[in-house]
């Protein structure tokens, strides 16, 4: 299993491998000698959640062709089955580690479920139809996980659907040791933070292990030709529902275990986090980043992440600054005359013409 | 039934194989839009190895008929025989792999992947790894897409394009996405091909160069090979039953010395294009 | 007689739904993109007649048509600087640059006017009482749905007989063939967004007399269910759009007064999806046809 | 790369750009005190002192829910500025940021201010966010007292976390006490947000002490941050069901709409609101007529007549053009508490955050304090704030005790 370095697409993996590796290296180093900001390091687990993100939904969006406006619905599922988990395994495994990792997975699983039957249905739509669909599901979930009571006690999980707004969490029947995980409205308001930073680095790269394969194997071929050409790839006997639900349920399970991981670091969560807003803003990783290209959306989810906090010294114009910066990011990268603009002060900095394969 | 199958002309080519039975089977094909009818009452027979072309004036429905056949439309009523299989009720996807493959009119590639990967989508089902060992790259992957390269690579050089393997298919000459198409197509392993107009916008040596390709591939590939085609030079030259479509209908069907006297034909369409 | 009331409240806020939804429907017909935006003119629109009204002093209607004015040059200077030199890029920069400008206007609201909320003075008040008062309907919502008609009625007319309007029919057909024809496309674009965001303007002063509070944020969410209803009726069809918006008003009171309050938007948004299912371009939405 | 290269560039040119607005804006005078209060703050006097105690306060400045954010900060400004003014040996630097109501933006903004040096913490201004800071404050062990994060669940576990505002359960006991006291015939209509805790937190534990107490709860409404246009469903059921006392335990904007479109309906229960109610009278341009009658429990009145809430409101509305509001006062008191306990702890400006946080959490369950938002109150050592919470109705415009 030699890796050829001289292919340009395994090269560009190879980087991409390295780099995370190498920022997660220098970050961490930096950390234990105290040389990052509280700031900066705060932010590093939301970072590796907000990455995982922006690359499964770069398998939705820019691998597969489809626009999903709910991806924050599936972080959603992830996070609140992750902190039942964490929340209710805490006695059965005492290792934060490992039960992080059993939520993670659960996170995962059921954000995979929710995926599946999202997914089934809704991926015979196309275009603009998919995207109100997919933002419909968001809305739902965020609905769905408000009415939400569960509980652990030395019985089991107390679950209740909260329909008619007239239940509390101490319909759950709790015993004395109970504890209440997620309260309806209030959500999850007494989680044990177990994540770190290693695990959001691990979820990363297993995230990048999972798509960049993918992208390269047979199936990830087959979900690219959807999106180049749908009527060739079915000519050519690829079956389109098959590869899209591939495509969409991978990409659901691994905003999943982001979920879980961003869950599983904040003490109090609410339903309301994984919003349209949220939802749209992973997207702007994504098309900042670029459609289909993952160490892009690497970057632009670090960069955009950690944008606010470098603006906080514009006080309350801070996020007017983020508006206009998105703007003008996205003026800079699509249009002819901005784009010329900027090949010009390359050539005449680099001296290095462009060299790109131009298509007609 | 028509004698489009010229089953006297399998004699002509000896190193044929001896299965003389039909490879498609159209029987009172025809599809309705609203309450157009765009095709009627088609009926076709092909030959294992023929080479069969579909002409016609625009708008005759030649491309509807592919459509048909392909499953892109189901069609409204009639019977197609793949091999003798009824397939009704199959999808694009079915038929496809029921051994039918064809190219489009306007070209329809994975225009952002490479060369190489198109001809390896094409080669999709010839692939059996699962998506699991494809992520943990498990030894199946790797023997597979080895294979899966030797094969793109061996399919490539039937047009030479070997070393057009690495470019975009988006960013290739015209001329050559056409010939990728092909390929592509052939990857699928089909029992027939379907071309659709596939030397539009050649010139005459490139059309040259194909038709000695077209049949180069009927005798590689021992499959048989229908296209729709203007350019009357190729089509006369290497199709060895002919079928006219107008307005929906078949109005003549024979070998090309047949059609090109047909008088109904000459009315229709060829008397006009013959002077050219 | 209580389910009569429900079927007005879902028709009143419906209505709210429906004028939103004309100005975003247009907008997609022609320029084919999803204008987040759109929710934020309507804000804007309210902020203007309130100012107008209360720091100004002048009468309502004359309001309205500041309002108007005001967004129809916002409308027109949003489409000339960030989307027109968008034209040509993928629709998805499009729908991110329409998301910035989202958050540039709520956030220039946010410093202009402040974060607290502003009540806003209905522009008529009253209700018609019937059967004895048994059955009220607030003066706004029968002015809502009126509007909402002569405004649908407006724009089919005007798409159908004038110059302009068949420019831009001609434009959300085919672009280059447009163009090709003498159609100056750019202009016409322009001209979609003018009147798209007077529309707007309009929403926002009935928005705001319907639900009588003002704060930067208020365009959102009105926006996305606007977005909804012109979806589900069929983007980029006009009676469609007006359709969507009522239904969904009423799908939305309905599900509150009798399924669950709790999941009122779920279930409006569930509706949404098995329409889509079934009719998957919406309800009078045009069937297009991929050509092989 | 490419792209990469143009986002640095794009962000330079908007950074200069913005720069060049932003200095532009703070020398011209201040025409809109909402908007440029923060930047007046900024460059206010506060940011110089020796040996002052570094005060952050934390709350959402933009979004849906900037109207509290940005009152709590506007109210630790107005106390600090007083505080630095007066000739009290304690003094304070504060920095205000921002959090969006949002718990991942409010840790943010908390590990922003501890890089800064923040000794004390006043926020976050809402209940999840503050929730999720709380953790944070109770391991690096920082002194956090929030001005309006009213969750049982900001101070639970934590004996470092203080609150100024009464908890949500004490909100809903304490209305439902008072109208089984004052009402027990009354019919009641709940209307409540569900997607949101402070409201589900009151309505939860007032439906359960109505039931201890034989009230009559008829038909209960709910609505989201996404439905909070329209509320014609929940009043006809209301009406329908014969509710005269419509209890409303939710912010005064939802409530303002709530009023109108009652009062449009022909609709005139009894209103009855908690502390998040207060502020309806300050809604610029809301008819104050559609308040009339409205009851509430607030421990804070912009209205009353003492010289300290007169001093307060003159003050804040100087500053920021307008009525200061419950959360304002809370945070201004906030600030008085920290100090008295700074006073009564000894602490000084050069101890580190957690000595001060060790102090501070021994010293406050010993302290009364009077202030804007209650007369005596004090502190347990869970956190929890006690105070007589304080019924008044809407007469004419202005709070009146009632009869």
């Known amino acids: 299993m030699k890796i050829n370095l001289r292919n340009k697409r395994t090269r560009t993996?190879?980087?991409?491998?390295?780099?995370?590796?190498?920022?997660?290296?220098?970050?961490?180093?930096?950390?234990?000698?105290?040389?990052?900001?509280?700031?900066?390091?705060?932010?590093?687990?939301?970072?590796?959640?907000?990455?995982?993100?922006?690359?499964?939904?770069?398998?939705?969006?820019?691998?597969?062709?489809?626009?999903?406006?709910?991806?924050?619905?599936?972080?959603?599922?992830?996070?609140?089955?992750?902190?039942?988990?964490?929340?209710?395994?805490?006695?059965?495994?005492?290792?934060?580690?490992?039960?992080?990792?059993?939520?993670?997975?659960?996170?995962?699983?059921?954000?995979?479920?929710?995926?599946?039957?999202?997914?089934?249905?809704?991926?015979?739509?196309?275009?603009?139809?998919?995207?109100?669909?997919?933002?419909?599901?968001?809305?739902?979930?965020?609905?769905?996980?408000n009415c939400l009571l569960v509980g652990y006690d030395e019985n089991g999980l107390h679950m209740m659907f909260n329909l008619n707004g007239q239940k509390t969490v101490a319909d759950l029947g709790l015993t004395e040791n109970g504890i209440e995980i997620i309260k309806g409205a209030q959500g999850a308001t007494s989680t044990t933070t177990i994540s770190t930073f290693t695990a959001g680095f691990i979820l990363v790269m297993v995230t990048l292990i999972v798509v960049l394969n993918l992208i390269r194997s047979r199936s990830g071929r087959a979900i690219m030709a959807l999106r180049d050409n749908r009527i060739a790839a079915e000519s050519v006997g690829i079956n389109i529902t098959k590869y899209k639900l591939m495509a969409f349920v991978t990409s659901a399970a691994?905003?999943?275990?982001?979920?879980?991981?961003?869950?599983?670091?904040?003490?109090?969560?609410?339903?309301?986090?994984?919003?349209?807003?949220?939802?749209?803003?992973?997207?702007?990783?994504?098309?900042?980043?670029?459609?289909?290209?993952?160490?892009?959306?690497?970057?632009?989810?670090?960069?955009?992440?950690?944008?606010?906090?470098?603006?906080?010294?514009?006080?309350?114009?801070?996020?007017?600054?983020?508006?206009?910066?998105?703007?003008?990011?996205?003026?800079?990268?699509?249009?002819?005359?901005?784009?010329?603009?900027?090949?010009?002060?390359?050539?005449?900095?680099?001296?290095?013409?462009?060299?790109?394969v131009r298509g007609k | 039934m028509s004698k489009l199958v010229s089953v006297q002309r399998e004699a002509r080519i000896p190193e044929r194989d001896a299965d003389k039975s039909p490879i498609l089977e159209c029987i009172g094909l025809g599809i309705d839009f609203g309450g157009l009818t765009a095709v009627d009452d088609?009926?076709?027979?092909?030959?294992?190895?023929?080479?069969?072309?579909?002409?016609?004036?625009?708008?005759?429905?030649?491309?509807?008929?592919?459509?048909?056949?392909?499953?892109?439309?189901?069609?409204?009523?009639?019977?197609?025989?793949?091999?003798?299989?009824?397939?009704?009720?199959?999808?694009?996807?079915?038929?496809?792999?029921?051994?039918?493959?064809?190219?489009?009119?306007?070209?329809?590639?994975?225009?952002?992947?490479?060369?190489?990967?198109?001809v390896k989508i094409g080669?999709?089902?010839?692939?059996?790894?699962?998506?699991?060992?494809?992520?943990?790259?498990?030894?199946?992957?790797?023997?597979?897409?080895?294979?899966?390269?030797?094969?793109?690579?061996?399919?490539?050089?039937?047009?030479?394009?070997?070393?057009?393997?690495?470019?975009?298919?988006?960013?290739?000459?015209?001329?050559?996405?056409?010939?990728?198409?092909?390929?592509?197509?052939?990857?699928?392993?089909?029992?027939?091909?379907?071309?659709?107009?596939?030397?539009?916008?050649?010139?005459?040596?490139?059309?040259?160069?194909?038709?000695?390709?077209?049949?180069?591939?009927?005798?590689?590939f021992h499959i048989a090979i229908m296209l729709i085609e203007h350019d009357m030079s190729l089509v006369m030259g290497i199709c060895e039953g002919i079928c006219v479509l107008n307005y929906g209908k078949i109005i003549a069907k024979g070998t090309p010395e047949e059609i090109q006297s047909n008088p109904t034909v000459i009315e229709a369409y060829l008397g006009k294009k013959k002077e050219a | 007689m209580e389910f009569l009331s429900y079927l007005i409240s879902g028709i009143s806020l419906g209505s709210v739904y429906a004028i939103i939804a004309l100005g975003y429907t247009m907008v997609y017909g022609i320029a084919k993109m999803l204008n987040f935006a759109h929710g934020d003119?309507?804000?804007?629109?309210?902020?203007?007649?309130?100012?107008?009204?209360?720091?100004?002093?002048?009468?309502?209607?004359?309001?309205?048509?500041?309002?108007?004015?005001?967004?129809?040059?916002?409308?027109?200077?949003?489409?000339?600087?960030?989307?027109?030199?968008?034209?040509?890029?993928?629709?998805?920069?499009?729908?991110i640059t329409a998301i910035g400008v989202s958050y540039l206007l709520q956030n220039s609201a946010l410093l202009i006017w402040g974060a607290a909320a502003k009540s806003y003075t209905p522009i008529i008040s009253g209700t018609l009482q019937l059967f004895g008062g048994k059955l009220s309907i607030q003066y706004i919502s029968i002015l809502t749905v009126i509007v909402c008609l002569v405004i649908m009625a407006g724009l089919t007319l005007f798409t159908s007989k004038s110059k302009m309007g068949k420019a831009m029919r001609a434009c959300s057909e085919d672009k280059g063939a447009a163009q090709l024809m003498g159609i100056n496309v750019n202009q016409t674009i322009s001209v979609t967004f003018a009147i798209g965001s007077a529309l707007a303007a309009v929403a926002g002063v009935l928005l705001c007399s319907y639900s009588p509070s003002l704060m930067p944020t208020t365009g959102s969410m009105p926006g996305i269910k606007a977005f909804t209803a012109a979806v589900f009726g069929g983007i980029g069809s006009i009676p469609g759009a007006f359709l969507g918006g009522i239904l969904l008003g009423v799908i939305e009171a309905l599900a509150k007064?009798?399924?669950?309050?709790?999941?009122?938007?779920?279930?409006?948004?569930?509706?949404?999806?098995?329409?889509?299912?079934?009719?998957?371009?919406?309800?009078?939405?045009?069937?297009?046809?991929?050509k092989v | 790369m490419k792209k990469i290269l143009c986002l640095l560039l794009a962000m330079t040119m908007t950074f200069?750009?913005?720069?060049?607005?932003?200095?532009?804006?703070?020398?011209?005078?201040?025409?809109?005190?909402?908007?440029?209060?923060?930047?007046?703050?900024?460059?206010?006097?506060?940011?110089?002192?020796?040996?002052?105690?570094?005060?952050?306060?934390?709350?959402?400045?933009?979004?849906?829910?900037?109207?509290?954010?940005?009152?709590?900060?506007?109210?630790?400004?107005?106390?600090?500025?007083?505080?630095?003014?007066?000739?009290?040996?304690?003094?304070?630097?504060?920095?205000?940021?921002?959090?969006?109501?949002?718990?991942?933006?409010?840790?943010?903004?908390?590990?922003?201010?501890?890089?800064?040096?923040?000794?004390?913490?006043?926020?976050?201004?809402?209940?999840?966010?503050?929730?999720?800071?709380?953790?944070?404050?109770?391991?690096?062990?920082?002194?956090?007292?929030?001005?309006?994060g009213s969750s049982t669940d900001v101070i639970d576990g934590k004996d470092n976390v203080f609150q100024v505002c009464f908890t949500d359960p004490n909100q809903g006991t304490g209305a439902a006490d008072y109208i089984a006291e004052n009402m027990p015939d009354s019919k009641i209509a709940i209307i409540y947000r569900n997607d949101d805790a402070y409201s589900q937190g009151i309505r939860d534990t007032f439906v359960e002490e109505a039931e201890a107490k034989g009230l009559e709860v008829v038909t209960e409404g709910t609505f989201t941050a996404d439905t909070a246009t329209d509320?014609?469903?929940?009043?006809?059921?209301?009406?329908?069901?014969?509710?005269?006392?419509?209890?409303?335990?939710?912010?005064?904007?939802?409530?303002?709409?709530?009023?109108?479109?009652?009062?449009?309906?022909?609709?005139?229960?009894?209103?009855?609101?908690?502390?998040?109610?207060?502020?309806?009278?300050?809604?610029?341009?809301?008819?104050?007529?559609?308040?009339?009658?409205?009851?509430?429990?607030?421990?804070?009145?912009?209205?009353?007549?003492?010289?300290?809430?007169k001093n307060f409101v003159a003050k804040y509305q100087e500053a920021y053009g307008e009525v200061p509001n419950q959360f304002a006062a809370d945070a201004y008191d906030a600030v008085y508490i920290v100090k008295a306990a700074i006073e009564a702890a000894g602490c000084t400006a050069d101890m580190s955050t957690t000595d001060i946080c060790e102090a501070l959490v021994a010293a406050m369950p010993t302290l009364t304090y009077n202030g804007l938002t209650g007369q005596n109150m004090t502190w347990q050592a869970t956190g929890e704030v006690s105070k007589a919470p304080m019924a008044v109705v809407i007469k004419d415009g202005v709070y009146t005790l009632p009869n």
């Open chain 1, 254 to 356: 691994l905003a999943g275990a982001s979920g879980a991981l961003y869950g599983l670091n904040m003490a109090s969560l609410q339903a309301t986090k994984f919003n349209f807003n949220t939802s749209i803003l992973v997207l702007v990783f994504v098309v900042l980043g670029g459609l289909g290209n993952i160490w892009g959306s690497i970057i632009a989810a670090t960069l955009l992440t950690v944008l606010p906090e470098m603006l906080r010294s514009f006080a309350e114009f801070r996020m007017l600054v983020y508006a206009i910066v998105l703007i003008l990011v996205m003026l800079a990268t699509n249009n002819p005359t901005f784009k010329l603009f900027f090949e010009r002060i390359r050539t005449r900095f680099f001296k290095k013409p462009a060299k790109e």
């Open chain 4, 16 to 148: 200069g750009c913005l720069t060049a607005c932003g200095s532009k804006d703070t020398s011209e005078p201040a025409t809109d005190g909402a908007a440029t209060g923060g930047d007046t703050a900024d460059t206010g006097s506060s940011e110089t002192i020796e040996g002052a105690f570094k005060l952050g306060a934390v709350g959402p400045l933009t979004g849906d829910a900037a109207i509290y954010g940005q009152a709590v900060v506007n109210g630790a400004q107005i106390a600090v500025d007083e505080i630095n003014a007066s000739d009290s040996t304690v003094k304070f630097e504060l920095n205000k940021q921002d959090d969006e109501a949002d718990g991942e933006k409010s840790k943010n903004a908390y590990n922003n201010l501890m890089d800064w040096g923040m000794q004390i913490l006043v926020g976050p201004t809402t209940s999840g966010a503050a929730t999720a800071v709380a953790a944070q404050v109770y391991t690096d062990r920082t002194f956090m007292i929030t001005p309006s």
């Open chain 2, 42 to 118: 088609f009926n076709l027979t092909i030959g294992r190895t023929e080479i069969a072309g579909l002409i016609g004036p625009n708008g005759a429905g030649k491309t509807t008929v592919f459509n048909l056949l392909t499953k892109v439309y189901q069609p409204t009523r009639g019977t197609v025989l793949l091999g003798g299989i009824d397939t009704h009720g199959m999808n694009t996807v079915q038929v496809n792999q029921a051994g039918i493959a064809r190219t489009f009119q306007n070209i329809r590639l994975f225009s952002s992947l490479t060369v190489e990967e198109n």
């Open chain 4, 231 to 309: 509320f014609t469903v929940q009043l006809t059921d209301a009406q329908s069901k014969g509710a005269d006392l419509l209890f409303l335990p939710i912010y005064y904007q939802p409530a303002s709409i709530i009023l109108n479109q009652a009062n449009a309906m022909g609709y005139a229960p009894t209103f009855f609101g908690v502390d998040g109610m207060d502020g309806i009278l300050t809604l610029e341009n809301f008819d104050t007529s559609l308040a009339e009658g409205v009851m509430l429990l607030t421990p804070f009145s912009a209205d009353a007549t003492d010289d300290l809430t």
């Open chain 2, 123 to 220: 080669l999709h089902n010839q692939l059996p790894y699962s998506m699991w060992s494809g992520i943990l790259r498990a030894p199946s992957y790797w023997k597979q897409e080895k294979k899966a390269h030797e094969k793109a690579m061996e399919l490539l050089s039937i047009f030479d394009m070997q070393d057009l393997a690495d470019h975009r298919a988006g960013s290739l000459p015209y001329g050559a996405q056409r010939r990728l198409e092909i390929v592509r197509a052939l990857a699928t392993k089909p029992g027939i091909l379907l071309l659709d107009e596939p030397a539009a916008g050649m010139n005459p040596s490139e059309t040259a160069e194909l038709m000695d390709n077209i049949r180069k591939i009927r005798d590689m």
């Open chain 3, 257 to 290: 007064a009798y399924i669950s309050m709790q999941l009122a938007n779920a279930i409006v948004f569930a509706v949404l999806i098995v329409v889509l299912l079934v009719k998957p371009t919406g309800l009078l939405g045009k069937k297009v046809m991929e």
């Open chain 1, 13 to 145: 993996d190879f980087l991409t491998y390295a780099g995370v590796i190498i920022a997660f290296v220098v970050m961490t180093i930096l950390q234990k000698e105290g040389a990052i900001s509280r700031s900066l390091s705060g932010q590093l687990v939301p970072i590796c959640a907000y990455v995982t993100m922006a690359i499964s939904l770069n398998l939705t969006v820019g691998i597969l062709g489809e626009l999903s406006l709910g991806h924050a619905g599936f972080m959603s599922v992830g996070a609140f089955s992750g902190i039942i988990a964490a929340m209710s395994l805490q006695s059965a495994i005492p290792s934060d580690g490992v039960r992080l990792a059993v939520a993670m997975v659960l996170g995962a699983f059921f954000a995979a479920i929710a995926g599946f039957l999202v997914g089934t249905p809704v991926l015979r739509l196309r275009g603009d139809y998919l995207a109100i669909v997919t933002l419909a599901f968001g809305e739902i979930i965020k609905e769905l996980v």
């Open chain 3, 41 to 95: 003119v309507i804000m804007v629109g309210g902020y203007i007649s309130f100012c107008a009204t209360t720091y100004l002093g002048l009468p309502a209607v004359v309001s309205i048509l500041l309002a108007m004015a005001v967004c129809t040059v916002l409308g027109i200077v949003i489409e000339g600087l960030a989307y027109k030199p968008l034209r040509a890029a993928p629709s998805l920069a499009v729908l």
